[in-house]
Structure formats: structure tokens, C-alpha cells
């Protein structure tokens, strides 16, 4: 038999190290980035980003490859598009160039029922983006008459990149305000996308956080593709061919994905942390 404690002893060592970590790790689940862990596995973050890079791929790349081509005011294709949302050097852009070909080809090879096609399969890419923004608020699929929305979203994504794509590099003091102006525009876009997406369902008022959230990160995600995606895609170009830069550019998309639907999803715990400060202001807990 062991002897119990004397009144007023310490417990043991080991005890007081579990009870700490115990409580650490209380303290971490209740965090933001907690909070953020954890919706996110719930949600399958990461496999919603990798499908929205498979299904953008397949489904929307092929439209706007062919969107762009007929462009007249780009006159570069899909490629431009791809190379200033990468922000990429000229090396790289040389491979991507390879990789989708010239614009005036893809606008020779696509005939109406084509066009129709991508049309059709883009619209899908629509219904994952709204399927990933209702599991973020936990709200249950939306019916099949809304499906209207997609086409719009479409349309509106595509008038967004030809805005984008179209808007000439200023330089020297303006290059802060355009990037404030192209951070703006983005912010807008999103905010408009999940207000359209979810149906209404959600309020203006906590849509706005995930907006700016979501354009941030992307903001982020630029900077941080000049510097390892650029290079990737050189390098891999020379190992493994145009299959090297299909990879490096499906993993900037699963990059994309984890910023579009990880972007709304702290956007709903800003807005709930909100939330909860004004209704402890408003009912101050009571001795």
C-alpha cells in the first residue's frame, strides 16, 4: 500500500506537467486557430481544395482558355491571365505558353457546340464552390431551381479576369494604388459570390469578413507564387516536361482552393467572435 499525501504536500511532479498540458491544451482547442483547426476538418478543407483544383482544371481552365482567346483587347490568351495571377517570370510564362498554346489555335479548334460544352462543364465548377460555402456556414443544399446562380457566378468570374487581365501595370508611386484597387476589386468580387452563391441565405454584414480575408490571402498567394511557383515551373519543366508544369500549376490551384473556401471559413469566426463581444456588451453577466 502506498502512503497517501500529507495535508499541505505537493502532489507529485508528474500530475502537475499533465494537468498543464492539459490545460495548454484547452486553451488551444478554445483559440482562434483552434477554432479554425477543427472547422476545417469538419469541412475537409484540404479535400475540397484539391477537388476545386481537379474540377477547375478540367472544367474551367478549357473555358477560359477559350474566353480569353477571343479577347480582342488581351491578345495573349490564357496565357497572360495565368501569368499575372502567378505572377510569373518570363522563363515560366515561355512553358505555360507551351503548355496551352497560341489563342488563335484554340479559337480555330472550338466550334459552337464546343463552346457550349465548356459552358456546361464551367457550370459545375460553380456548384463546388457553392457546395464548399454552404458547408463553411453549415447550411443545407440549396435546390435545383437555384442553379441559375451558377451561370452568374460564371459570367461574373469571367468579367472579374477579363477586368483583371485588362487593367494595364502602372509603375513607379501608382503601383500602391493599384494594388489597392485590384485588392479592392477582389474583395468585392467574393463578397458578391457568397451572397449570390448561398442564396441570401447569409447577411451582407457576415460576408464582408470572409471577403476581405479571402482577398488578402490571395494577395498573399501572389507574392508567395513569385517565388516558388515561378521557379518551379522552370525547373520542373526541364525534368519532367509540360507534365511538370501541369503539376506545379494543380498545386497553385489546390493553393487557391484552401484560400477561397479557408478564407470564408474565417470570415464566419470573425463575424461569430463579433457576435458574441456585442451580446457580452449588451448582456454583461450579472454577480
Known amino acids: 500500500m502506498t502512503a497517501a499525501t500529507p495535508p499541505g504536500a505537493h502532489p507529485p511532479a508528474r500530475g502537475t506537467a499533465a494537468h498543464r498540458f492539459l490545460r495548454l491544451y484547452t486553451r488551444l482547442l478554445a483559440s482562434p486557430a483552434g477554432l479554425a483547426w477543427n472547422r476545417g476538418r469538419e469541412m475537409e478543407l484540404l479535400h475540397r481544395a484539391m477537388g476545386f483544383a481537379a474540377l477547375g482544371f478540367l472544367t474551367l481552365v478549357p473555358l477560359l482558355v477559350v474566353v480569353a482567346a477571343?479577347?480582342?483587347?488581351?491578345?495573349?490568351?490564357?496565357?497572360?491571365w495565368l501569368s499575372q495571377a502567378l505572377g510569373i517570370s518570363a522563363v515560366s510564362q515561355g512553358e505555360v505558353e507551351r503548355l496551352f498554346g497560341t489563342?488563335?489555335?484554340a479559337l480555330q479548334r472550338t466550334t459552337a457546340?464546343?463552346?457550349?460544352?465548356?459552358?456546361?462543364f464551367g457550370l459545375t465548377f460553380g456548384g463546388a464552390v457553392?457546395?464548399?460555402?454552404e458547408k463553411v456556414w453549415d447550411l443545407p443544399t440549396a435546390r435545383w431551381h437555384t442553379m441559375w446562380r451558377h451561370v452568374v457566378f460564371l459570367a461574373l468570374l469571367v468579367l472579374a479576369l477579363l477586368l483583371f487581365v485588362n487593367t494595364p501595370a502602372p509603375s513607379g508611386s501608382a503601383g500602391a494604388g493599384a494594388a489597392l484597387a485590384d485588392l479592392t476589386g477582389t474583395c468585392l468580387f467574393f463578397w458578391v459570390a457568397q451572397r449570390l452563391l448561398l442564396g441570401g441565405r447569409v447577411r451582407w454584414s457576415a460576408l464582408l469578413p470572409g471577403a476581405v480575408v479571402t482577398a488578402l490571402c490571395l494577395l498573399g498567394l501572389r507574392v508567395f507564387s513569385q517565388f516558388v511557383f515561378s521557379?518551379?515551373?522552370?525547373?520542373?519543366?526541364?525534368?519532367?516536361?509540360?507534365?511538370?508544369?501541369?503539376?506545379?500549376?494543380?498545386s497553385w490551384l489546390v493553393g487557391?482552393?484552401?484560400?477561397?473556401?479557408?478564407?470564408?471559413?474565417?470570415?464566419?469566426?470573425?463575424?461569430?467572435?463579433?457576435?458574441?463581444?456585442?451580446?457580452?456588451?449588451?448582456?454583461?453577466?450579472?454577480?
Open 70 to 80: 477571343a479577347d480582342p483587347t488581351s491578345g495573349q490568351g490564357f496565357t497572360r
Open 103 to 105: 489563342p488563335g489555335t
Open 113 to 120: 457546340l464546343g463552346l457550349a460544352a465548356l459552358a456546361a
Open 130 to 133: 457553392q457546395t464548399g460555402y
Open 231 to 250: 521557379p518551379l515551373i522552370a525547373s520542373n519543366a526541364v525534368t519532367y516536361g509540360p507534365f511538370g508544369t501541369v503539376l506545379v500549376l494543380q
Open 256 to 287: 487557391v482552393g484552401v484560400v477561397v473556401y479557408g478564407g470564408a471559413l474565417v470570415g464566419r469566426l470573425v463575424h461569430e467572435s463579433r457576435v458574441h463581444r456585442r451580446l457580452a456588451r449588451a448582456y454583461p453577466p450579472r454577480d
